[in-house]
């Protein structure tokens, strides 16, 4: 599935509200932006359902140079805070920046793990609508890539992520609950009814989880919650900047991270879990890569907390997710995925079962 970022406008059909919202908008966004943002190229890809206009255009930096762009707009909250403070653009700045003087977030000479950002605002005239002007990263997401490295590269683009924005902005907040009760009862209700294989197992191993649901949830929501997660992490978020090679646990920016609409406070080791859920299926993908192993490593390298215990936190996060999934057939249908994720919760519950 190809992002925004990366897509061919010339294959793209966007429905009318979508290109009417960038069409009206787009004057008044082109001259909120001082003249230096050109003409947009608006189109919509097939998997957007937030209504968003996106499109490609040319940043013109006053001197004669330009910058390739992608336009975005609306944007949450949480992507238009996150997007621009990883960038080192002040929101609310007086004045339109020089193309590529978003400085980067961290001062040890790297840039960012994000893209750069060239201009951004929560209103356009007269509307509260949120945008972002970033650097048009091409080439295709590290989903599509067949280098053996990319997952590793991906769990670099973690680990920068993380560490640069824990030097941005300290944790203050608790994360919500999550509503393990409801969702596993739920699941527990579509293997009784029989919509699923392995239901006689699915039933015996959800009633297993339930008997120690209690502890399990307790023990989770202890964890050290000094993360700011992406909570979006695999490979489709992720593109090189031109030029950019593999990176190794020594060297940063092997690949960028886009989307940062679910950043989140929490501990490192969902992120990782993340990807690796996405991949019960098709383990292969990760090219023997283990995420939660890996990103501990770089982050201990990096002088990050990992936290005493990680390994038992981590194992009972599957243990949740896995008993969670009966509860997303629209999403998580797949037999073969179900059939995983029974796998992963039989061997993971009994190792945190207390």
Not at 163 to 169: K, L, N, W
Not at 258 to 271: M, N, Q, R, S
Not at 331 to 338: D, Q
Request: proline share 8%; with cysteine; glycine share 8%.
């Amino acid at each position: 599935m190809t992002h925004p970022n990366t897509a061919d406008p010339s294959n793209a059909h966007p429905p009318a509200s979508s290109e009417s919202l960038g069409v009206s908008l787009g004057p008044a966004l082109r001259e909120q932006c001082g003249g230096r943002l050109g003409p947009i190229e608006w189109f919509r890809n097939g998997w957007q359902h937030s209504g968003a206009a996106t499109g490609f255009s040319v940043w013109n930096d006053g001197s004669g140079s330009s910058l390739d762009v992608m336009v975005k707009i609306p944007v949450g909250p949480t992507e238009l805070e996150w997007t621009s403070r990883l960038a080192g653009f002040a929101l609310g700045s007086a004045s339109p920046p020089e193309a590529g003087s978003a400085a980067p977030a961290s001062t040890d000479g790297h840039e960012p793990p994000t893209p750069l950002v060239l201009a951004a605002g929560s209103s356009v005239g007269n509307y509260d609508l949120a945008w972002l002007v970033m650097e048009r990263l091409s080439g295709q997401t590290l989903a599509h890539e067949q280098d053996p490295s990319a997952v590793q590269d991906l769990i670099v683009a973690a680990a920068d992520f993380h560490e640069c924005a824990g030097e941005q902005c300290p944790i203050g907040q608790t994360p919500p609950p999550h509503e393990w009760e409801r969702l596993i009862e739920k699941a527990r209700h579509t293997a009784r009814d029989g919509a699923i294989g392995d239901s006689q197992r699915w039933n015996e191993a959800i009633k297993r989880t339930q008997r120690h649901l209690t502890s399990l949830i307790a023990r989770w929501n202890r964890r050290d919650v000094r993360t700011w997660c992406h909570g979006d992490l695999h490979p489709g978020n992720a593109l090189r900047r031109p030029g950019a090679r593999s990176a190794s646990a020594a060297r940063r920016n092997g690949a960028v991270l886009i989307d940062l609409a679910l950043v989140h406070p929490g501990h490192w080791v969902e992120d990782a879990l993340y990807l690796e859920r996405l991949h019960w299926a098709k383990p292969e993908r990760l090219r023997g890569v283990k995420p939660v192993s890996a990103l501990a490593q770089l982050r201990r390298e990096r002088g990050l907390p990992t936290n005493d215990g990680y390994a038992e936190l981590a194992m009972i996060r599957r243990a949740l997710m896995a008993a969670c999934a009966p509860a997303f057939l629209e999403h998580e249908g797949h037999p073969k995925y179900l059939r995983a994720a029974l796998e992963n919760l039989e061997k993971a519950l009994p190792q945190v079962a207390k």
